[in-house]
Nanobody, 117 residues
Framework: QVQLVESGGGLVQPGGSLRLSCTAS?????????MEWYRQAPGKQRELVAT???????TSEESVKGRFTASRDNAKNTMYLQMNNLKPEDTAVYYC??????????WGQGTQVTVAS
């Protein structure tokens, strides 16, 4: 089974940018037909942020559209989330998720993003 590890989180000022990475520590993301980014803020439910289907069909949810872009690089075994013009309400733990053709989805352990001045 593919195991996923997120990285790239941290503290950033409002209006700043971060790029998150989701790398397979074992297995290949080529086996994951669908990959997603979720986030969970304190006291809130986990919410979908962006989806990549196949190699390059990426969409972002309305709350982040125009600011966040997901992509994947199969050669680097990594999915990315480019986050621009960050706002305090983007503060959350960000998780990646991958769904194989057969079997259960797999989650990473999460990476904290804090947007504050």
């Amino acid at each position: 089974q593919v195991q996923l590890v997120e990285s790239g989180g941290g503290l950033v000022q409002p209006g700043g940018s971060l790029r998150l990475s989701c790398t397979a520590s074992s297995g290949s993301i080529r086996s994951l037909i669908r990959m997603e980014w979720y986030r969970q803020a304190p006291g809130k439910q986990r919410e979908l942020v962006a989806t990549v289907i196949g190699a390059s069909d990426a969409t972002s949810e309305e709350s982040v559209k125009g600011r966040f872009t997901a992509s994947r690089d199969n050669a680097k075994n990594t999915m990315y989330l480019q986050m621009n013009n960050l706002k305090p309400e983007d503060t959350a733990v960000y998780y990646c998720n991958g769904s194989p053709v057969y079997g259960s989805p797999t989650w990473g352990q999460g990476t904290q993003v804090t947007v504050a001045s």
